[in-house]
């Protein structure tokens, strides 16, 4: 079974930063493209950041631009996700995801999920 599994999520102060892993369970990364998903209480889910399995390539939502980073360490099978410079906004539960994919992480329809990490900023 394709099992995402996040991890890193805490309390931090407005500024500053976590890294969030995603490890896999039951499947290696080399050809999933994953994606990172938050959702904040009263609000859809929305996708933060993503890399694709076909060229590595990235992508991250306009909100989180040049603060946050994602990055794959295939010998570890783990993605991280670097926040830096964490607003009081990021708050949400954070949700790591996984597709068979090739597509641009971007535009895919993820069918395995994680559990979540919550990630709380306060001001």
């Known amino acids: 079974e394709v099992q995402p599994v996040e991890s890193g999520g805490g309390l931090v102060q407005a500024g500053g930063s976590l890294r969030l892993s995603c490890a896999a369970s039951?499947?290696?990364?080399?050809?999933?493209?994953i994606g990172w998903f938050r959702q904040a209480p009263g609000k859809e889910r929305e996708g933060v950041s993503c890399?694709?399995?076909?060229?590595?390539?990235?992508y991250y939502a306009d909100s989180v631009k040049g603060r946050f980073t994602i990055s794959s360490d295939n010998a570890k099978n783990t993605v991280y996700l670097q926040m830096n410079s964490l607003k009081p906004e990021d708050t949400a539960v954070y949700f790591c995801?996984?597709?068979?994919?090739?597509?641009?992480?971007?535009?895919?329809?993820?069918?395995?999920w994680g559990q979540g990490t919550q990630v709380t900023v306060s001001s």
């Open positions: 039951g499947f290696t990364f080399d050809d999933y493209a």
């Open positions: 995801a996984a597709d068979y994919s090739d597509y641009l992480c971007e535009t895919i329809p993820y069918d395995s």
């Open positions: 890399i694709s399995s076909a060229d590595g390539s990235t």
